[in-house]
């Protein structure tokens, strides 16, 4: 009989950062209610959900000696009352012979292999169910006839990019594109070769689980994976064979799925909205098809029929097919952040878990006589054998077979039929094993296995009681779970550490991005453990080694860009006890943050909310862009990434937050691109997925350009900065005629550009003196027409081809855009005439409080240097040159005009010349400290001088209404220009740009602008 897939969600405490940062909390649970408030309207109504069960792990509880966290309070749901509800059910059920799947949704931290796999103490439903159905296996033998078996077997994958990898088998890890998923006629779709490994005890099943959890680890930090983009699957196989009434022999099996899924940011968050390459990336195709199927599957359960469900559309739901819409009694357990700052993520999680609801399955009991079983599969194997035989495949049976292997619609029919072939060999194969496996004793199976396991099992104990007096290193990684996977022993004399191809083999192999054959070395005498680099960049507590460096238990060692471990002494920290100087285990979090404070990227930590979020957001962007570097540098890509703090007055707009970007350069041409987060980050996947396939050595890693994720098209326009132009002499009817300064969002001025707002008559003619308004008031409920003229720029950077300006005005919706005018001069010749008829108060208030921002943006010159100093130089010759510059804080390549002496890139058409050689030996984190204090400063010294300008145009407009009261209390009815000029020129500094000076502005411009 159909039934619902029942769903639980799941909201877990505060992490440390969310403490940290005090975020409040938005979700509340009533019963099996679930709530969730918008924290930016707090007003409105809580949004309400119900599920089959809502578990509140938030609060109330407490930390017991061991580690497990147990209930305080009657509301908190600990490991064990999840797993009563749900993976008991899951036990009985499979004991009954049903298919049973269980997956946890949710974003990246929210708990989801808390509840599936847990930590520590705190086991999670896999390893509690796995300790169950052993405890009722045993119990079963201990009365068992002679007739009666159990057997368990265990798989383990795990889908990344849209390939499966095998966990229990490293060699498949290594294959390149993946294990292949192919179709059965009737048991559906399975991964090709998969291991499955019988298990007698819990034991064994943990140590299963932990080794495809280290094969994980190491295949995630050597392809420098994204681990929170990947798909676990851990499937149980459970066969009980038992006579029945008649003694006849029966087989009941069930397949139990345990699904823990991929962080499930939504996809506009990493769909880079707006980049051209956003659709490129398979990293979220599982996901996202899961999403799609779970609709059409509510569709379908509404009765909504012609509903196609894409199953076919990812890996993923492929093998979930059953579990979804089959032969499953099924489960889904939404995991929820309870922190304000997740409220988007959170709110999707509870809408799909809403809809997974509708979602109906028809779980039947999986059981048969053991003789037809074997019988089936032999009659299958015959078919198979005739048809290979023959080689006759039909276009029929070629349809028949559907999806067995046919990967690819598209293909041409007699490619297909070879695939075809194979796939019917493989299965053929498949069907065999199955039948020796039913031959052979399960006695048989396990002593084979319990061979095979034994060297591994005894390697991993020696290795346990290693580690307790033996120096080592042990790695870090941004996802719990993946976290002290990984050990290095640094034995008493020299460890070489390299990579996999280095010669003799190293003692410590790492391998993976910007590893070295020679990276470093690490000597140990008598417990004195010093560390060098020799070819590769290792960092020592956040810091850069130049030189032999002593290491200190719980010091942080990083390995080229992202392999991170922590140094652990025995002998040291058994001293450190002694003498009560315990020092605090390191975490992925502190390591990485420490990290970003030593390159300078923590100096503005404030304590405000807002700080703290944009010291997250580094933290968590600041790794990525140096793996896009070292990615950069190994495929020889020729641009430099480097994180960019970009303020919302430097996007353009008046309020908001200031965002994390990434700024692409261009080390050739200078060319520079600055992308928000979500592109980089969609970027980056695919830069990963480029990388990946080089290692693999396949010939096309390299793709055109318009798919390149390290190539951008000069095309689309960069935001070369932004003006601010102060309205309030136009609330006076006065002329605004300025020459402003273009800034970028690092404060640096960028050009020039000439404005002029002139009040008119609605036809366009020029007012006469007497409009001036003495009191802007004056102004509400009369007309106030004007020209709103951009005239040109001056000394815009050089390396633009073309540039044009955008603005709102008041409440427009819609940018005005000028026409293009070319190169660092251009002529913009903009005219556009506003009318208002009627002006309102509020529109005399935007007048005299706001500034209308005009926003520069431009396209690059694609210009690839001929000749000259960059041909044959590679990136990493390119990004070193650029690092010695980065000692006078120059962002652009060290452009030169003739002679030796360095000039300013905006004014300056020059090629990049060779720079002179580094002076001596300038530590890269100082630079880029310096780098960014100066950007902290020049966004404080904007934020000065915008505060000055607006000081000074009020104190201007005051002037002249002094002026004014002065000249009509003497009689007079006009002022002189030259009056106003000396009165404004007089003032601080001020003074009005004659047209005579702007004729001569051109690179001088700087000079001659001293209004702003
Ligand atoms: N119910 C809970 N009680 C206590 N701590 C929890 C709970 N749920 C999650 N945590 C903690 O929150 C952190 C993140 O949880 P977890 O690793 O399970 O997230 P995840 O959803 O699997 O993330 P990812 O998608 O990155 O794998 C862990 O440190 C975990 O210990
Ligand atoms: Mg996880």
Known sequence: MAENVRVAVRVRPFNDREKQRKASLIIDMRGNSTYIKNPEDLGAEPRSFAFDYSYWSHDEFKESANGYLEPTGGRYADQRKVFNDLGQGVLDNAWKGYNCSLFAYGQTGSGKSYSMVGYGSNKGIVPIFCEELFKGVEAKKATAGENEEYQVTLSMLEIYNEQVRDLLNPKSIAQKGGLKVRQHPSKGFYVESLVSCPVSSYNDIENKIS???????????????????????????FVQKTPNETGQSMTRTSVVNLVDLAGSERAESTGATGDRLKEGSAINQSLSTLGNVISALADLSMGKKKTVVPYRDSVLTKLLQNAL???????????????????????????????????????????????????????????????LKTGGITLEQLSANAGAGGQNPNQDSSEEIEEMKKAMEEELRKNQEEIENMKKTWQERLAEQENENKSNVDAELKKQEEKKVIPHFWNLHEDPALTAMIVHFTREGTSKIGNKNASPAPEITISGLSIQKQHGVVTNKGGVVKIKAIDGKILVNGAKITKETDLHHNDRVLFGPNHLYVFHHPQDEAKNVKEGKVTETPTYDTAQEEIAKKAGFMDK?????????????????????????????ELDKKVKFELALVSPQARGLKGGKTEVMVKMRNLENGNEWLWDRNKFINRKF????????????????????EK????????????????????????HKLDIEETLTVTNYQGKENGHIEIEIMPCTPKGEGLGEDDFLDDPKELVGKELNFKFKINFGRGLPSNMRQSCCKFKFYLDNQYTSTAYGDGMNPEYKFEKLFKFPKCSQEFVDYLMESVAVIEVWGKQKDTSPKGGATLGTDTKQLMAREKSNLGDNKQTPVKKKGGNKAADSNKDNGVIIPVPPPPAEKKQNDQQVNAYKKQADDADRRAKAAEQRAASSESQVSDIRSLLTQKKRGGADTITIAELEAMLGGGGGRSTTSTAQKEHMGDQASKACTIQ
């Open 605 to 633: 930590a404030g304590k405000s909310e807002e700080d703290l979020i944009l010291q997250e957001d580094v933290i968590q962007m600041l790794p990525m862009v140096n793996e896009a570097d070292a990615m950069s540098a």
């Open 325 to 387: 819409g089959g032969n499953s009694k099924t489960i889904m357990i939404a995991a929820l952040s309870p922190a304000d700052i997740n409220f988007d993520e959170t709110l999707s999680t509870l809408r799909f878990a809403d809809r997974a609801k509708a979602i109906k399955t028809t779980a039947t009991v999986n059981e048969s006589p053991t003789d037809k079983l074997i019988r089936e599969l032999r009659e299958e194997n015959a078919r198979l054998m005739e048809l």
């Open 686 to 705: 695919l830069m990963q997925e480029m990388y990946q396939n080089y290692v693999e050595g396949a010939d096309d890693w390299d793709v055109p350009k």
């Open 708 to 731: 390149d994720p390290f190539w951008e098209d000069a095309d689309v326009e960069v935001l070369i900065g932004t003006v601010h132009v102060h309205l309030m002499s136009l609330s």
């Open 211 to 237: 080794e495809g959890t280290r094969n994980r680890t190491v295949a995630a930090t050597n392809m420098n994976a994204t681990s929170s983009r990947a798909h676990t699957i851990v499937a149980i196989t």
